[in-house]
């Protein structure tokens, strides 16, 4: 029987404005197209194709349907996964692997798409992943730290502009009910008013 207490996940979440060249080293990065069947009051349950062998370019016309069409036999990896709210930097998740033929069938069928390419880095003394979103999430960017506990006294790069770890709008599932194309321009009018924002209570900030 799998643990139940490894079903959370610990991350910081941070919105950036670009992709640091220097942190893509020129692989494919890993093409993710998912679905969310549920996505409610920061409760979801999702399925995930990955592939890591197409290297595609996402932009605001990107249709994840089309994406997945084209490159099925592409997609080697597929998730189940359950989610809880986000509290703290600290979310119920739930994990299970599955068939990828299945996986895409469920996704062609129902849900609320969403594309993105996830590229990953190690920064400091963390690793991170940065998701480059496709179709109407386009051009959000969001870099995240994760570690098997409580992600404190963390070294937050300087691309990172501010922090969303608790924003459910930000959320993967946040963003296949309203997709970060819709109330981008709200977005940058309130960080252009407030300002960048980190949290203070994961210990201390260490800006790179």
């Known amino acids: 029987m799998d643990n139940a207490l490894n079903d959370f996940e610990y991350e910081r979440r941070f919105f950036c404005r670009e992709m640091p060249p220097e942190l893509d080293d020129g692989d494919a990065p890993a093409l993710i197209v998912q679905s969310y069947y549920v996505h409610a009051d920061n409760y979801a349950l999702r399925v995930r194709l990955v592939s890591h062998a197409v290297r595609v370019d996402l932009n605001a016309d990107t249709n994840p349907l089309d994406v997945l069409d084209a490159y099925r036999d592409k997609f080697t990896e597929a998730y189940v996964t359950v989610k809880g709210p986000s509290v703290g930097g600290t979310r119920y998740e739930a994990e299970r692997e599955i068939d990828a033929h299945i996986a895409a069938e469920l996704i062609s069928r129902g849900g609320e798409p969403i594309i993105k390419n996830r590229f ?3 920064i400091g003394e963390d690793g991170w992943s940065i998701d480059v979103f496709g179709g109407d999430n386009a051009p959000l960017i969001v870099a995240e730290a994760e570690r098997s506990g409580p992600v404190t006294n963390l070294v937050i790069p300087n691309f990172c502009v501010t922090e969303i ?35 203070q209570f994961f210990g201390r900030n260490r800006m790179q």
């Open 120 to 122: 990953s880095a190690w």
């Open 165 to 199: 770890t608790d924003q459910p709008r930000f959320s993967n599932d946040g963003l296949a009910a309203h997709p970060f194309g819709t109330w981008r321009a709200e977005f940058e009018q309130e960080l252009a008013t407030q300002g960048p924002h980190f949290e």
